[in-house]
């Protein structure tokens, strides 16, 4: 080989070179870039999808604690209404035995009165009746000294 020949390169290497930034060139937009469009797509989408189930997390979070204010407020409210009826429920209760006693003294003062009256009665015919014996022996007693 001749020194001026290995001094020049050979065209053979620009054509190989040159068809090597042609091949990188092809590989790159054939294979690489739609590759990299699809990783970055599917990025995105994971990213989107990351973010969408955060917010309905925050969201669910939110509706369970609302429900669970719902639920407190209600228990609350039916704490008081059972405390209200049993107050009612107590009240009535009380008046209720109020009334029977004044109805059971109402009747035992009218038994009473009943009983004083009869008694009454009895003493009345009692003395009526001691009268007339009394008239009777008297009158018995005056046949006798007669």
Avoid: H, W
Wanted: no cysteine.
């Amino acid at each position: 080989m001749d020194i001026q020949q290995a001094m020049y390169p050979n065209i053979t290497l620009f054509i190989q070179a040159v068809l090597f930034l042609v091949f990188t060139a092809l590989v790159r937009s054939l294979l690489v870039k739609p590759y990299s469009e699809v990783i970055e797509e599917r990025e995105r989408l994971t990213q989107k999808n990351i973010e969408e189930a955060t917010r309905l997390r925050e969201e669910a979070e939110r509706y369970l604690q609302e429900a669970q204010s719902i639920l407190e407020k209600g228990r609350r409210e039916s704490n008081q209404i059972l405390d209200q009826a049993r107050r009612e429920a107590e009240k009535l209760r009380a008046e209720i035995l109020s009334r029977v006693e004044q109805e059971a003294q109402e009747e035992i003062a009218k038994a009473v009165e009943d009983i004083r009256r009869s008694l009454e009665e009895e003493k009345r015919k009692l003395e009526e009746r001691v009268k007339e014996v009394a008239e009777l022996i008297t009158s018995k007693v005056l046949e006798e000294a007669a």
